[in-house]
């Protein structure tokens, strides 16, 4: 197998683990928890990790990554992360389309870091906890990072707009949970927008996302467990 088959292969492997480690840590509500307060450990396993995965990056594959030259790489820090929240597939199959969103949205074990060169950001570094120790486990997602930077520009924090990263898994689509002013709105990211058929960076009902949601999630519970 060719060296840059590998690559992709040992990446593609290590992105699957978030699938099977998703630990759901209860109800939060969307103005709880955002992943503004970062563990320790969490931290610490980012740091340890990021030179690791930037290392391993062969240089015909910068572009992969968003990044143009090496001195783009070298240059490359952490931002400010953010913790991935999902919905159970069973609170999306029961949804009766009246329950706010924020009560039933819990986090994952899934931290996700901008990795940052040169004001922008490139791609995302993983960390997750396995067999009970938080571990870098995976570089990528460079689309995702420009969509993600992309929403909370357009819907800054200093404007007052809260952001939650929500993944749900069994339908492949991620979004954006938006609060602001005491409403909550759902953007749609790159995955959701293909799955769903939904307007990128458009503004849409919770209630009305998550309806949309049920079929996608009854037809691959099988595939990512329940």
């Keep these: 197998m060719k060296k840059t088959n590998w690559f992709y292969l040992v990446f593609t492997v290590v992105a699957m683990v978030p699938f099977m480690s998703v630990a759901m840590c209860g109800n939060l509500s969307a103005q709880g928890e955002l992943g503004k307060v970062v563990p320790v450990e969490v931290r610490e396993a980012a740091t340890e990790g990021l030179d690791h995965f930037l290392k391993a990056i062969p240089k015909k594959e910068l572009g992969y990554y968003n990044f143009s030259s090496q001195e783009e790489l070298d240059q490359a820090t ?22 706010p969103v924020s009560e039933i949205i819990s986090p994952t074990s899934l931290w996700r870091f901008p990795i940052i060169s040169e004001g922008e950001i490139r791609t995302l570094l ?8 938080w571990k870098a486990i995976a570089i990528g997602g460079s689309g995702l990072a420009k969509h993600w930077a992309s929403v909370i520009k357009k819907w800054p924090s200093s404007e007052g707009y809260e952001h939650i990263f929500l993944k749900i898994f ?57």
């Design 78 to 99: 952490l931002g400010n992360p953010f913790r991935v929240y999902t919905i159970a597939p069973e609170k999306i199959l029961d949804y009766d389309g009246k329950t």
């Design 126 to 133: 993983s960390v997750d906890l396995i067999d009970g120790v």
């Design 170 to 226: 069994q339908a492949g689509s991620d979004f954006v949970l938006l609060s602001h002013a005491g409403k909550t709105e759902m953007i749609p990211l790159s995955s959701a927008v293909l799955s769903l058929d939904l307007g990128s960076e458009e503004m849409y009902d919770p209630s009305d996302i998550i309806l949309r949601l049920k079929r996608p999630v009854l037809e691959n519970i099988g595939t990512y467990g329940h």
